[in-house]
Structure formats: C-alpha cells, structure tokens
C-alpha cells in the first residue's frame, strides 16, 4: 500500500516568516495529495489539495507544489499568523484508500 | 445534517466490555474511512469503505477491531474485549466526487 512520510515533525517560527513542510509518498499511481489543518481538539479540516496534473497551486498565503518524479510534495505559508499555529497533516491517495503522514506541529510565535 | 456525524461524542467502557462506535455520512457520499488518533499523535488508518467493492481491512490492529457499512451509508466500528490501548479519538471520513474527505467530531474512547 501507499506509504507517506511527512517532515519535520514540528516547526517554530517568528510571526511573518514562511512555513515549509515536505512529504513523499511511494505509490506512483496516487494522484491526489490533499493537506489537512487540525487545530487543537478539533476535526481535520482540508486547507488545499493539488492532483497530480498540476505542478503547483496557490491560495492566498498558501501553495502546495509538486514533483511527481521524485514523488514529494510541500506545503509553503508564507506571513504566517498566530492562528496558523495547528497539525498539517499531507496525505495521498494511491490505489486505495487515502493515506496520511504523521503530522507536523506547527508553532508560529508572535 | 449536512456533515459527517459520530455518536457518541465520549465513550467510557471498562476493560473487557464490547463497543460499537456510529458513522452517519454525508448524504451520497461513497467512500468511508476509519482512523484512530491517539493523544497529540497523527492519523492511524483502520478501515476503507468504497461503494460496494470489499472493504479494505488493512489497517486493523487485531481480529478484536471489526466494522460493517450496511446499505452503503451508516457504519459501526466495533471493538470487542476492550484493552486500554484502544484508548483514542475514533475519526470517521467520507468522500465525495470531489476526492475531498469530510471528516466526523470523533468519538473520545477511553477504556478504564
């Protein structure tokens, strides 16, 4: 099955400083890699997604890219905020069923 | 409703006692996933519904973990002879066209 690997585990940062957090994955059928945010006791909630025929995306302060041949993928928040403080979780859906990496805590210190 | 909706919220069981733990999907909604998060960890795969192919079952831990979908919509996750480390938050997720997963509150099992 697909395997994904997400780091670092966690990240400080000043307010204002960018954010990156990488992950790969090792099924080259996935083709979906969405990111998810949970904050603290609540639900993931999905913050931007990119399909594998696109090799980058951006939403406001928030890009994902994407390099299929290496089969990794990152998140970029750029100005971050006190409130982007949460878990990125960076997941893929191979073959089967959608599979997460293990989280990242993210801390933005104001 | 119009999410992904988990009962109960909390659940306290002693150990040793079964427990069934309920998905409501959204409505249409074919794919269903089970993860387990324990305390400030990441997001444990269990189980994956996908309309009416068998289930992946790859994910359970033990043959106490079992989990049906009837009729393509509701779902219960149930463990038999609880152990204290099944102590998590149980997450449901269901997927749309879209690829995009909704997920559920959770259900908070804590085996005492």
């Known amino acids: 099955g697909e395997n994904v690997e997400q780091h670092p585990s966690t990240l400080s940062v000043q307010e204002g400083d960018s954010a990156v957090i990488k992950c790969t994955y090792s099924?080259?059928?996935?083709?979906?890699f969405p990111w998810y945010k949970q904050e603290l006791g609540k639900r993931p909630q999905l913050i931007i997604d990119?399909?594998?025929?696109?090799g980058e995306k951006k939403d406001q302060r928030i890009a994902v890219t994407l390099n299929k041949t290496a089969k990794h993928f990152s998140l970029h928040i750029t100005e971050t905020q006190p409130e982007d403080s949460a878990v990125y979780f960076c997941?893929?859906?191979?073959?089967?069923?959608?599979?997460f990496g293990s989280g990242t805590r993210l801390q933005v210190q104001p | 409703g119009a999410g992904v909706s988990q009962s109960p919220s909390n659940k306290v069981t002693e150990k040793g006692k079964d427990v069934e733990l309920r998905c409501d999907p959204i409505s249409g909604h074919t794919a269903l996933y089970w993860y387990r998060q324990s305390l400030g960890q990441g997001l444990e795969f269990l189980i994956y519904f996908q309309g009416n192919s068998a289930p992946d079952k790859s994910g359970l831990p033990s043959d106490r973990f079992s989990a049906e979908r009837t009729g393509g919509s509701v779902s219960t996750l149930t463990i038999q002879r609880t152990q204290q480390e099944d102590s998590a938050v149980y997450l449901c997720?269901?997927?749309?066209?879209?690829?995009?997963?909704?997920f559920g509150q959770g259900t908070r099992l804590t085996v005492v």
């Open positions: 997941a893929a859906t191979g073959r089967r069923a959608l599979t």
């Open positions: 099924d080259s059928a996935s083709n979906y």
């Open positions: 990119i399909r594998s025929n696109v």
């Open positions: 997720a269901t997927e749309g066209l879209t690829d995009e997963a909704f």
